[in-house]
């Protein structure tokens, strides 16, 4: 199981990358372990604006479903249309092709706790 | 492999592979010869006329009897072997009913032809409804819903009615066991409440503090399964439902399991307000591979005038449909419902009849408990004491040879059993829920057992392979349910 | 008790293995003041199996059925003729005494019927994919209003009032308790003849409805073009759910899938499955690919097993009930498995040609009475596929008709306003199969003529 410092996490075990206003989403490799096989994902229609702890996809295993909230508030401005054909790449590679939604933050809302990489390692094994 | 195995192996007779409808190719045979007026199509209609042949492959009938031989040969079915399938109470289905329901009067009778041409039919339905009022302990019965989970629709309906004529109208939420049905919390948000979910006891029950914590003003019912679907009957159940009723709200049952309590004990009279029943579990009518089923809901006066219509009604010696109430939830189906499956109940609960039918429950609840006692030293048995119709275990002690809960149910059905409900109910993890069912001799349980058994020995002697390839016997092995659901492939192309 | 293998020496000897002194013990967890004496409950007494034969026989004879009358019944429940073969596969044990297939393996006679039974559903109705079926058409349709609603994210449902009044009682019940309103359109009742007034229906479509229900052909019979309507639906981007009652018409007219519909549901009893008094039927639901996804119900899918050989699973279960509890599509459980099995033994034995013939000579018996009414009655005019309206000049003259059709061993239609309370009680909703004759036709214009007299 990988935990790549670059990113930060939340305790519901979404990852997510900042880069200036953009904000790229998925699930952790944890998150992608427990589910099992992935079989579909739910995409958030592109414009749609998020407060920060909404739930804005869906992702599924032959038999669980779980919410992806968004750890920060703001309006999808991309949505990773490969899973729709491969959702597999949650399983294989989560926080590359894995991906599933950016999104421009606003800058007047406060984000949920985001955890380094320590501290999520941290928060895993407690 | 162990060589006792074969004896508890189910017969493998010639197993053929059998192509789909649509790869017999070859040009249609003549078409079936079929009565009727052999006029042309009207003229108003002939700028409405299909363009495309549907693709209907036709199949001369030989053939076609061939095709489904096979296939029902790839099936197991109770009249095939053990099918100890927990909260479904897979029991015989006896012969004579299905010979009853196909009588012309019967089965070949239109819903809406005059009431005066159908009282036989209406006679052997109202008594349905008479009788399982009385075994329920709940008077008054709708025979409209079409299965369990639309059962649960309308008595949530009926609760609705009931609180809101009460002026209750705040009252929206459904307090539901972490042990219940799925269809529970389902039912409740198409009637638009919502659930809150009540952690169970250490023992599996309902636990007093929790519902007590959870009640309030907004309460409109809770939703139970007694005996609970971890085979446990819900002794406090008066308590349970007096505290209920004193927060203003209303008791629901799930019938899934009346199996355990026909003929015994009446949920009326331990204070539940209304109460499910699944005619396809416990009044023997075939599951058919899915369904029919029936969901017929008992209730007491509280809840009477809120009945779906119609209703069969009794007046002297006729009998007639009531379709019009003022207060009624009005119509879920658009029929009086499926009376196939209640000629067919009738049937049944004549061939017992008012001397015999406790021991339905007898039965059922002894062959449970003697799963129970000989397999308990083996498997992990989560929640102590007697259990009612079915029982529960664990793969707790076989996870640490890496076996889990599907190689156990998969092994058994190379053992020449169809496999216990499994991963149900959630509140344990690795669940087997096994129901035996009433209609199984000592023998079958035994053999069931010793197969048990021998998997828990094939376990603790490292022959995890075996477990994890199993099922090796039936005409197809694991199936990929990943790829099914990630590209599903529904229909056949063209 | 013959469904009961154990003696009382068994029962004895199990109990004394678990150190049970008697059965009671086993129930010592219900509260005493609970327990029934028992063989006391109002129930009758126990018949043997030559009993109940006789109760049932006897029972039976007291009802008119099919085999000794002709029936020109229809409004959503149809008499269309059952080949031997459909009731004997369906009474195979392997079919009729199988549970929900879960353990896939041990299954796959009936979910290869399954995924049989949904490739020709989808062919006939010419939408993308059919589930493994419904309780009915009534709960079909209000189930593909929610759907609808999920699908647009919109609340409003149009239903035409040419939907057969059930479909729409019971639609309208299911939305009651939701937020939105559920319209019923008013029509046929009040124009000069039954039918769909289509220019009606359009205009109550708004940029909030999420779908318009239709029947076609309609609750009258009455068969019409939908593209107005598709059109419609599409610059209000709202969904198009077309429903129907005797499924047969679309191996004749234009499916629902050809006229644009987005969900098609309806009723497959014409398909191989008996009367019975209402029930078991057969619910079909249908849509296309692209909506999928909020599909409720069982469906069963395409995949290989552990040696690669083709099999069939029951699959995207995570819209079901016991995964997604709360959220999910619907909360159906138990559907019509069994009738999934008669109806694909039937459009097996049928074919394209077969279901054709069935479907021309419904139409043609209909056609051939209309044609020869006398001049004391009225059809609506129009384009019909197996119903249509008979309108007499009062509820007497109706009524006597009945009457004197009853004698001659004739069901000679449904009294409009026990179905359609908005109908007048001078109505008549008549329907033809192919097990109508021409024979029959005669004796039903006679009947018509000596009421008349």
Known sequence: ?126 | MNNNTSKYSATQGIQHEEALLFEHAHEAPESIHLPGVEGAVPEALQAFMRQQPANIPGLSEPEAVRHFVRLSQWNHGIETGFYPLGSCTMKYNPRVNEQVARLPGLAHIHPDQPEDTVQGALELLYEVQQWLGEISGLPYVTLQPAAGAHGELAGLMMIRACLDARGDTKRRTVLVPDSAHGTNPASAALCGMHTVELKSGADGRIDLAELKAHLNNETAALMMTNPNTAGAFESDIKEICQLVHDAGGLVYGDGANLNALVGVARPGDMGLDCLHINVHKTFATPHGGGGPGAGPVAVNDTLKPYLPVPRIVKDGENYYLESTSDTSIGSILSTLGQSGVYVRANAYISAYGRQSLYKIAEDAVLNANYVLHRLKDVYHVPFEGVCKHECLLTDELQNKHGIKTLDIAKRLIDLGFHPMTVYFPLIVHGAMLIEPTETESRETLDSFCDAMLEIAAQCEAGETDLLHDAPLSPIRRRLDETQAARKPVLVWPQ | MRFLPHTDTDRSAMLESMGAASIADLFADIPAELHLERGQLNIADALSEAGIVRKFTKASEKNRNATNTRYFLGGGTYNHFVPAVVDYVISRGEFLTAYTPYQPEIAQGTLQALFEFQTMIARLTGMDVSNASMYEAATATAEAALMARRVSRKKRVVIAGSVNPRYRSVTANYLSRLDGECIEVAMGNDTADFGTDMDRLIASIDDSTACVIVQYPDFYGSVYDLAALRAACDANKCLMVVAFSDVTAFALIESPGAMGADIAVGSGQSLGIPMAFGGPHLGLFTCKQKYLRQMPGRVCGLTRDADGKRGFVLTLSTREQHIRREKATSNICTNQGLMCTAAATYMSLMGDAGLATIAQRSAAALQMLVSRLPDHVSAAAGAHYNENVISFANQSARDRFLNIAQAQDIFAGIALEKIDVHAEPRHLLVSTTEMIEEADINDYLAALEAASE
């Not at chain 1, 519901?12 to 992608?32: C, L, M, P």
């Not at chain 1, 869906?58 to 750890?71: G, I, L, Q």
């Open chain 1, 1 to 126: 199981m990988t935990i790549p410092a670059n990113l930060k996490y939340t305790k519901d075990h979404e990852w997510v990358r900042i880069d200036g206003d953009i904000a790229t989403f998925g699930i952790s490799d944890h998150a992608q372990e427990a589910l099992g096989d992935i079989v579909f994902v739910e995409l958030p229609d592109i414009g749609r604006e998020l407060d920060a702890g909404e739930a804005y996809a869906v992702v599924e295993s032959v038999k669980a479903v779980s919410d992806v909230y968004t750890p920060v508030a703001g309006e999808v401005v991309e949505v990773n249309d490969g899973l729709e054909a491969e959702p597999e790449h949650v399983n294989t590679d989560a926080y590359g092709a894995g991906w599933i939604a950016k999104v421009k933050i606003s800058a007047d809302t406060a984000s949920v706790e985001l955890m380094t990489d320590d501290e999520y390692t941290t928060f895993l094994e407690e």
